[in-house]
T-cell receptor
Framework: EPEVTQTPSHQVTQMGQEVILRCVPI?????FYWYRQILGQKVEFLVS????????KSEIFDDQFSVERPDGSNFTLKIRSTKLEDSAMYFC?????????????FGPGTRLLVL | GESVGLHLPTLSVQEGDNSIINCAYS??????FIWYKQESGKGPQFIID?????DKRQGQRVTVLLNKTVKHLSLQIAATQPGDSAVYFC?????????????FGKGTHLIIQP
């Protein structure tokens, strides 16, 4: 059983459009993360989110990206103006305990295709 | 910048044999390491982890070895099964806190031959 669920499983969008990817943790924990994986490449860290604030972000996470937890449950990643190179798998992850132990458990991912 | 990398992109072993997947890291401040398994179209699945104050840790059919002197990490899988076919990633992080993102290696594709 997955630690988190992600929606949608697949999304196709036109370049320049905004997309919102959603992550729904099964139980209420504090640390959440977004990663992306371009086809055939390694997984890359984007951002970590703790207590409704960004804790850490990578160089990839530029101004076109934003994260929030609008309803206290769903954790979203927004890409404001998609580019072709944003095509990738996007994974949400979380740590299992509220104390934020290091082990991160990943969701099944959203496959984003930008045309 | 600092990175985690793998020596072999593809490893092919006979079913029932043991396999060893290697990983080199360059960040001397790394103190927590994880091995993930990724099957096609799925998210990374946790296999086993190890902290920098250990040099070996065993799980069910898997063993992780850490050599901090040469910054090398390996995953040993005993008696490989067809279900072990996947891409295996090592990942590391510096601190013990929950906020830090993981740095992943490039992955090794393990192929189990019947």
């Amino acid at each position: 059983e997955p630690e988190v669920t992600q929606t949608p499983s697949h999304q196709v969008t036109q370049m320049g459009q905004e997309v919102i990817l959603r992550c729904v943790p099964i139980s209420n924990h504090l640390y959440f993360y977004w990663y992306r994986q371009i086809l055939g490449q390694k997984v890359e860290f984007l951002v970590s989110f703790y207590n409704n604030e960004i804790s850490e972000k990578s160089e990839i996470f530029d101004d076109q990206f934003s994260v929030e937890r609008p309803d206290g449950s769903n954790f979203t990643l927004k890409i404001r103006s998609t580019k072709l190179e944003d095509s990738a798998m996007y994974f949400c992850a979380r740590t299992r305990t509220p104390s934020g132990e290091e082990t991160q458990y990943f969701g099944p991912g959203t496959r984003l295709l930008v045309l | 910048g600092e990175s985690v990398g793998l020596h072999l992109p593809t490893l092919s072993v006979q079913e029932g044999d043991n396999s060893i997947i290697n990983c080199a890291y360059s960040n001397s401040a790394s103190d927590y390491f994880i091995w993930y398994k990724q099957e096609s179209g799925k998210g990374p699945q946790f296999i086993i982890d190890i902290r920098s104050n250990m040099d070996k840790r065993q799980g069910q059919r898997v063993t992780v070895l850490l050599n901090k002197t040469v910054k090398h990490l390996s995953l040993q899988i005993a008696a490989t099964q067809p279900g072990d076919s996947a891409v295996y990633f090592c990942a590391e992080t510096e601190s013990g806190g929950g906020a830090d993102g993981l740095t992943f290696g490039k992955g090794t594709h393990l192929i189990i031959q019947p």
